[in-house]
């Protein structure tokens, strides 16, 4: 008979990496089954610099102290460390702590999960089977695997992005740019995108044009024509383009359903902010907790209930709360104009720090959370307001107004 895994963990992104790693430093047998599982990640992984626990081991490769938002009615400048992470120094790190703890990494995509009391089987395209105790599942959004609370239509936050060679392009090294809703030009108004930029060095730069996430998703084409018409304004037409990111990032997924036989976690597991789409410091502050609850449950002998006990420590009760708010949050954004969106981030960054940022990590109390949106709510001009009743009484946000207003907020 083959090997039995302790954990069999689906993926090969920042989510199951940090997972396995950690659940391989507490003694756990690891099995990772992804396609081209040491593939380099590509994404430019950014995040605030205090969403990372101060164990949390990354490297950063480039810090900015300020942070700039800008809206047809003004400039907001946020003091607020945000940070790129390495991530292929992240992977590598990753990847070499799970070879120290002879992890077994195939180059596989998982096609169907088999549970059979204490032994679960994960069936790969290539027709092999590994034997496990417990399946993780981080095999991202698009996951087949989880099963979810409700079925809602995703929206999509798009981003078509560049890097850029541009010696001297006098841009401040120290400041980044986290959206710029002024419009590209006159007729890119709707639907509204902004400006991300990002100085890495003084000879090159990362520009990306971004959508809010919108049903259906605002085309590829459409952000690619913006961002050269800004690179344009920004006397940025002739650099270098060296390099290219095209971001779709699926939210507003229905939180995994109760009472799952695999730990879903990452992308996977709904753990992108509903409204920001950012996910990789909730990730990493999670996978030590979620890791531990696995392997210390699996050392009860009971697969069932070391899987729930860590589904239990990645959505306690009070989060699953928070994140069905952020979702009606989600819901706003998706149909605001122009306008709106602009009155609302102009609103929104005015409110102290410690709301807005607290907002952005997804680290409010449920309570909290719904003390600074009634603080927005009040200071938002009647026609925002009126958006946002209307989105609440909506078909769409219905049944997510109903689910909040029945677990209570408190
Ligand atoms: C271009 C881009 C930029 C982003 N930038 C940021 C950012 O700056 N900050 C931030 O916080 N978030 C960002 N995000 C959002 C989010 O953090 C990322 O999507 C992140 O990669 C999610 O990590 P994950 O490990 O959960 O999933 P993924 O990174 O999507 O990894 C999924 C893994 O599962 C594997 N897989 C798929 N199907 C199977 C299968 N059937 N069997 C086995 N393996 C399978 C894939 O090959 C992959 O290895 C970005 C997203 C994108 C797309």
Redesign the pocket.
Known sequence: MSEVFDIGV???????LSLAAEAAALGARVTV?????THP???????WSDELSPSTEVTVEHRWSEVTVATALGLHELRRDYVKLDGLALQRRLLSALEARSARIVD????QLEHLGTESRIHSSSGGTLRVRAIVD???????FVERLHRRKPAHQM?YGLFLEAPGHGFDTERATLMDFRPAMPSAVEPPSFLYLLPLSDRRIFVEETSLAHRPAVSMDLLRERLDARLQTLGLGTAARIGE?????PMGLGLPAHGQSIVP????AS??HPAS?????H?LRKSKPVARALVDGLGSDDPALAIASANAALWPRAQRRLWELYALGLETLVSMSFAETSRFFDAFFRLPQESWAGYLSGTLTPIELAVSMTDLFRSLPASVRWHLIRTGMSSGAAPLARTVLQSGIT
């Open positions: 689906l993926g090969s992104g920042p989510a199951a089954v992804a396609p081209e599982p990640w590509k994404p430019n992984y950014c995040l596989q995509r998982a096609v981080a095999s991202g959004a698009n996951s087949r981003a990111e095209l971001c779709a990032i976690f990452g992308a996977a753990m992108v789409g950012y996910s990789i410091a990730t």
